[in-house]
């Protein structure tokens, strides 16, 4: 194995995202330490990957034992105050050579960064969900963010197999933000009664689209999808393009979620 | 609505002699697959594209300029100006007055709504919209949107006549661009507005929504094949339309399309060929 850019990573939280990015990191031939605050979370995490990576994966759960990492991937919840507070104390803890990397889909890097005394070294690596299946990821450029940061992150990326792209950190980088007209036309076509749901769907796959808006909706949770455009439309200053539609806060407030709970847009009786 | 409740009497009303009215871009690569098909069709295009028309070369009739049409000369006619409403207008009054009265007019709606372009009309019950994407020689779907004047013979014609080329139909609510069009050119424009504000490049905007969310093209590579001029037009006419603030086009896209940049067919538009 050639050397990497980065040669000893840090996943910071054993949940989906911080497990299969542990995983990508693993299969790529970094020597990986997967870190929460929760044993709880640790263990589990640790049943998931020793079927595939045991003893190539090590495991922790204090901030301490991270001291040697050259790259710190967080992947934490989604709250601005959690991962101020992890990355200011990652920030007194290790070198300032370290590179420090958010896996954030909707918050500000910047502000991130801005709680620490090393903020060029602060960048966002977003790996889209499941890690091991999407082939990009989205290099983030905060304001404070070095350049040439940026430019390692992105050739580690490649080292994983992976393709990145760079984005400036605005609200939804490129991904979220550019794709969700796919999802809020789909709505306004349903409330102007342009055509139903299920004719919307099979238009838009026959059109070329891998899977009709309301079936990803459902497959991704109508709870995250109402998360997501609520951050974007909030991060563009109620930008009244990237406003959630009524429709699907309804459905949210009914706890008709999608898949997960056999019920969504459509009724989904083999699971749930 | 539902795209799957339309009444046809399978031999109901011939289809064979087409009139395919418009620009070349459009009217040429559906002219061809009308005749792969077995229809006999008969091009209609701008007067400064005939000598084009001629060239075109699979065989097909040019109507030549100021060539009158025939009141019993075709038994169906497809009318394909997107970008030019004015030009649009003053075809559909033409054909409305040269053709008898019992002859469908399927007219494509990418940027305006069948209703506004039936109101002109003094048979509106012949009139069918249509949402096709361009590029129309690949086109695989074709949204119907009849207005509540529409017969339903002109509407089972519409829907044989694009089943007969191989393109599946689907009825919708009379509205500019349909379903896809008006999906496929909102993405353009949200990129579109992501390069003006320098989030990525035009690359790597591209290559993030094919591998991130499987899109058949990225969306700004999308807009250069179906024309940036038709991207613009259907945004224009959703705007029209609505009024909302969503539909604004980028001043990008603008800016393209006044140069001329307008995409693929024309050597360069987000990207160059």
Redesign the interface.
Known sequence: MNSMTFERITVFGAGTMGVGIAQVCAAAGARVTVCDVSPEAVKRAQKTLDAEFKGRIEFCSSLLETAEADLVIEAVSERMEIKQDLFSRLDSHLPPTTVLATNTGTLSVTAIAAKTRFPERVCGLHF?NPPMQ???V?VVKARQTDGGVADRCAAFVRELER?P????D?PG???T??????L???LH?LD?????LR??D???R?????EG?FEQMDRTGLDAVYATTRALWEGFFHE??FRPHLILRKLVEAGYLGRKTGRGFYEHRDVG | MSGSQIAIEPEFYPIERLLIVGPLADAGPLADRAQAAGHHATLLVPDEEIAAAHEWGKGHRVLLEGEAVGEDDFDLVVELHCTDLAAKAEALLYLEDALAENVPILTLTLAVSTGELAREMLIPERVVGFSLLPPLGDSALAELMPTPHTSGDAVGAAKRLFESLGIATAQVGDSPGGVLARTVCCLVNECALAVQEKIASAEDIDKALRLAENYPYGPLTWGDRIGLDRVLAVMEGLFAEYKEERYRPAANLKQLVRVGHSGMAKGQGFFGY
Do not use: H, M, W
């Open positions: 889209f999407t082939r990009l989205e393709e792209i760079l984005a400036q605005t980088f490129v991904v933000r550019c794709s969700r007209p796919f809020n036309e789909a076509c102007s009664g342009v055509a139903d004719t919307i099979e238009i838009l026959k059109g070329g689209f891998p808006p009244p393009r």
